[in-house]
């Protein structure tokens, strides 16, 4: 690939640098709108915008603000929204019963966004930390979360989000074996097109501290963390061998998360597997670069794009971003 042929003066890269139609026309990977995808986090109520201190900008939404904002992100062209629920304290329970009640907050907000944008994709998270009260994704014996019994609940959840008319069901919950038997129960009841997106390669991250803030986990969670199941940051080969294992299941596409310091990951997912890859950069991330921004340290909306486009860079056919919108409107 490399041309070694290439020798100073005849080639000098910075001729093609000097003009900016010429950066604009050579440049390798932009990002579009379509590779956007925007996470909003539900609440009950009407009309109550609750922002969450630890994300800058971002809100928990009723769903009638919920609607709203989907249209802004449709009309700005971002093609898919994906839906986090903030369960209310009273409806948590340790097996997180309230994920599979059909008409629960998600359900009723799937229904009306299909009803009001059936064009927009809508991605579900399937795991239980909003709906448990000790913050797991699963169901906990004995202080540990076990995993077959987590799968079954699992199975179930998917089906009801399904049947309340996701477009893509995404575990979130890096069980062994959930892609395969979500996959089995989606066939079974003629859901057929639903599609899996797999959070295959998720790591036992710190980033995520905000997202536990919006969706009320982090108290209940403590400090127990999520290590028996998310993946060591220290791997790599073990990625390979959860994408490779989520593919042979059933999934439609998989998630490497979080995104801006596992570059490596996705490349290397992209290199080996010939499935969409994304990635999703997460609330610490986010939050990152907006404190940053605030302390005019750094150009916020510059920094975004960079990271995001780095993203793409290293393989991600999309993106999950809380900036998704702002960015949208600046590209
Ligand atoms: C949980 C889930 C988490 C995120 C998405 N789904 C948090 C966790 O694993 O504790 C994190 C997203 C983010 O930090 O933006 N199923």
């Known amino acids: ?70 249209h802004e992100a449709y009309d700005s062209g971002i093609q898919a929204i994906a839906l986090f629920p903030v369960i209310d304290a009273a409806l948590k329970s340790p097996a997180g019963d309230e994920a599979l009640f059909e008409k629960n907050l998600i359900c009723r907000a799937i229904h009306a966004l299909k009803k009001s944008i059936p064009g927009l994709g809508i991605i579900a998270d399937i795991a239980l930390d909003p709906f448990t009260t000790h913050g797991q994704d699963g169901i906990v014996e004995n202080g540990e979360v076990v995993n077959d019994a987590t799968v079954e609940v699992l199975c179930k959840q998917a089906l009801v989000m399904a049947k309340a008319g996701c477009d893509v069901v995404a575990p979130s919950d890096m069980m062994d074996g959930r892609i395969g038997a979500i996959r089995d129960t989606l066939e079974k009841h003629k859901f057929n097109d639903t599609m899996i997106l797999s959070y295959s390669a998720k790591y036992a991250s710190s980033m995520y501290a905000p997202f536990r803030d919006a969706v009320g986990s982090s108290a209940n969670l403590g400090k127990s963390g999520k290590h028996s199941y998310q993946m060591d940051f220290a791997n790599s080969d073990e990625a390979m061998r959860e994408i490779a294992m989520d593919i042979a299941e059933g999934a439609d596409m998989v998630m490497v998360k979080p995104g801006i310091a596992y570059l490596d990951i996705i490349q290397r997912a992209k290199t080996h597997f010939n499935i969409p890859i994304f990635a999703y950069q997460v609330s610490g991330e986010y939050a990152m670069i907006k404190a940053a921004a605030a302390n005019n340290w750094i150009d916020g909306d510059a920094v975004m794009i960079e990271q995001l486009t780095a993203m793409k860079r290293a393989g991600a056919n999309a993106i999950f971003t809380y900036a998704a919108l702002e960015v949208a409107k600046n590209i």
Do not use: Y
């Open 1 to 70: 690939m490399t041309n070694f042929n290439s020798t100073f003066p005849k080639t000098r890269l910075r001729r093609t640098r000097m003009q900016g139609w010429s950066r604009e026309m050579l440049k390798e990977n932009c990002l579009s709108h379509s590779d956007l995808i925007l996470p909003i986090f539900i609440q009950e109520g009407e009309n109550i915008k609750t922002p969450i201190s630890s994300l800058p900008g971002v809100s928990r939404l009723t769903l009638n603000l919920l609607l709203e904002k989907a």
